[in-house]
């Protein structure tokens, strides 16, 4: 009989997360749209202040992100069941790209 080497297989069990990992990274997504809703709350009256807008117009921009919240999670829900998460996530990553760079050099893409 030949001799054979038994490599210890890389399993799928084996190379997963944490049950207590998952949990803990579950309860921070999910508690991110309450606490950015809270946060932005306080600043709509600097907001209307800042921008000159009325409260109704400021108003709108709290819709917006509610909508922005619920209209992602139809986009990126199927096609990171689709396509798997980390793609997903790499092609979301790089989509902020160039808008953390306007920022950073905001005098450059004044108009």
Known sequence: MPPTSRA????????????????????????LQPVTTDLYLPALPALTEGFGASMAQAQLTLTALLLAFGLSQLVWGPLSDRFGRRPVLLWGHGGLRPPRWAARWPRRWTC
């Open 8 to 31: 210890p297989a890389k399993t799928a069990a084996a190379s997963a997360m944490s049950p207590g990992l998952i949990v803990l990274l579950l309860s921070l997504l999910l508690g």
